[in-house]
């Protein structure tokens, strides 16, 4: 029943590492996000993907990098984790045509780098 | 471009008491507006939203908020807190049906503490 499912829910990992979020949505929704949640509880949008295609791309790090195998699942890899990506991201998605609705998220995924 | 600005970081009411968060947006077409909730170390919940048509829109848990054009508002309203509205809430704007992709921008969010 879940909307946007996103795994893991928290990772704990040390500087250097790659790592990969995944997420998927069950809405048929053709667009899909990442935000990013920081300390101090501010959301700023990452990426954003339409029908598989990268739409918004923010200033991030190229560190960071989605891929959009189809429209229901946006992942998210993250190359040489730095101490500064703690944070909890989010996944969302959102139906473009019908324009009605606000994006549903998913539960976020605690990232803690040591 | 779009932002949204909500004021105080930080409310406090008594349980019983009327809550108001404030949020104000700026746009340059139409704006779809919306009201999220995050309880602690959960996902975001879309609350209410505003589309189009009655400014008043009625959301989940007794809350509301009210379109105001003029004053390019959009405050987050509840008759009388209770002990579970304890949370963080996010206001967020985004582009009406212009076509395009919808890029959320979200306010910074406000800390409700309910005292008992």
């Known amino acids: 029943d879940t909307a946007v499912s996103q795994t893991p829910k928290y990772l704990v990992t040390q500087m250097g590492n790659d790592k990969s979020i995944k997420c998927e949505q069950n809405?048929?929704?053709?667009?899909m996000y990442w935000y990013k949640q920081d300390s101090k509880k501010f959301l700023k949008i990452m990426f954003s993907?339409?029908?598989?295609?990268?739409?918004i791309n923010e200033t991030v790090p190229n560190r960071f990098s989605p891929k959009s195998p189809d429209k229901a699942h946006l992942n998210l890899h993250i190359n040489s984790l730095e101490l500064g990506d703690s944070a909890v991201y989010f996944c969302?998605?959102?139906?473009?045509?019908?324009?009605?609705?606000?994006?549903?998220f998913g539960q976020g995924t605690r990232l803690t780098v040591v | 471009a779009q932002s949204v600005t909500q004021l105080g970081s930080h409310v406090s009411v008594s349980e019983g008491a009327l809550v108001l968060l404030r949020c104000n947006y700026s746009?340059?077409?139409?704006?779809?507006l919306f009201w999220y909730v995050q309880y602690p170390n959960q996902g975001l919940q879309l609350l209410l939203k505003?589309?189009?048509?009655?400014?008043l829109v009625k959301g989940i848990n007794g809350f509301e908020a009210e379109f105001k054009k003029s004053e390019t508002s959009f405050h987050l309203t509840k008759p009388s807190a209770h002990m579970s509205d304890a949370a963080e809430y996010f206001c967020?704007?985004?582009?009406?049906?212009?076509?395009?992709?919808?890029?959320?921008?979200f306010g910074i969010g406000t800390k409700l503490q309910v005292i008992p």
């Open positions: 746009s340059s077409v139409p704006p779809y």
């Open positions: 969302a998605s959102s139906q473009v045509e019908q324009g009605v609705r606000g994006a549903f």
């Open positions: 993907y339409n029908n598989k295609e990268l739409i």
């Open positions: 809405l048929g929704h053709d667009t």
């Open positions: 967020a704007v985004t582009r009406g049906p212009s076509g395009g992709y919808q890029k959320v921008t």
């Open positions: 505003y589309t189009t048509g009655a400014t």
